[in-house]
């Protein structure tokens, strides 16, 4: 069974730039949370996304965006990028909504904002 | 909201030695923490649950403790080995709301 995939795994941008990173779940998997990992501040949750609603969100400006298709892949935005949002970019994948299990992490996409 | 702290940040101990990583929680209504594993340049791996129902869970060598009144929780890594040389996240879990998670431990197992 194929793991959660995440593209692009690196990235580099430039101040406000936008960029788009995108998450493929477990086959069969409903939802998908995004979270940022930076090393003073570990693992923040972003948003989740659940057949194709966002269900929740965490604490984050509204340059940051996300959507989910049909097919239960996702997409996060970031507009207008900030040198500050240089990070990895986790998603998880999991069968129901992310609070209520095991979250299965994709590798991440480490974005470098100049 | 949910405020989950971790402790300690770093932590190196001898190979064969134990490990133990806290963490305390805010939300009295948290019911699910979860313990995740991260090693370098992967994401992370669940490696141990408990919920709010249960005071202890053991897997092979290690257990995880709640403690709902001190709302405190726990992770024990017995006879460590090299492999569990990682960052290790704790995360309290209410069920109406988000995932918070504390911000790791990097546990170092020095030969």
């Known amino acids: 069974k194929a793991g959660v995939t995440q593209t692009p795994r690196y990235l580099i941008k430039t101040r406000g730039q936008q960029v788009t990173l995108s998450c493929s779940p477990i086959?069969?998997?409903?939802?998908v949370s995004w979270y940022q990992q930076t090393p003073g501040q570990g693992l923040q949750f972003l948003f989740e996304?659940?057949?194709?609603?966002?269900?929740n969100k965490g604490n984050f400006p509204g340059r940051f965006s996300g959507r989910q298709f049909s097919n239960s892949r996702s997409e996060m935005n970031v507009s207008t990028l900030e040198l500050g949002d240089s990070a990895l970019y986790l998603c998880?994948?999991?069968?129901?909504?992310?609070?209520?299990?095991?979250?299965?992490f994709g590798e991440g996409s480490r974005l470098t904002v100049l | 909201g949910e405020n989950v702290e971790q402790h300690p940040s770093t932590l190196s101990v001898q190979e064969g030695d134990s490990a133990v990583i806290k963490c305390t929680y805010s939300?009295?209504?948290?019911?699910?923490f979860p313990w995740y594993k991260q090693e370098l340049g992967k994401g992370p791996q669940l490696i141990i649950d408990?919920?709010?129902?249960?005071g202890e869970k053991k897997d092979q060598r290690i257990a995880v403790t709640l403690n709902k009144t001190a709302k405190h929780f726990s992770l024990h890594i017995t006879e460590t080995q090299p492999e569990d040389s990682a960052v290790y996240f704790c995360a309290a879990i209410h069920r109406d709301d988000k995932i918070i998670f504390g911000k790791g431990t990097r546990l170092h197992i020095l030969p």
């Open positions: 939300d009295s209504a948290s019911n699910y």
């Open positions: 086959s069969g998997h409903r939802s």
């Open positions: 998880a994948s999991s069968l129901e909504l992310a609070n209520t299990g095991e979250l299965f």
């Open positions: 408990i919920r709010s129902n249960v």
């Open positions: 996304y659940f057949s194709e609603t966002q269900r």
